[in-house]
């Protein structure tokens, strides 16, 4: 496993808390997959970038890392923790 798969892993993880802080709970929850899914692109082609493995392959390999790493860290740890619920409703604009 490459330095960039373990970080895209790793980013996988700890993104749900961020797109928590962007999305609000008044939202649909088509809108909600749609930001989740882009900042899940965006962060897989920065950490691929960063790496150094801005190719074709290596931007797709670490999106789709962050994209499943950040839809099982969310469905295993996030929301049953509650934690990625409670960054929601703090983070809500009145």
Known sequence: MSVVEMVSVLVGFFLPAFIAVVVQTSWRSELKGVVAFLACAVAGGATAYLGGALT??????????????????YKLFWHPSGLAGLIERKSNVA
């Open 56 to 73: 074709g392959k290596g931007v797709g390999e670490a999106v789709v890392l962050v994209l499943f790493a950040g839809l099982g860290a």
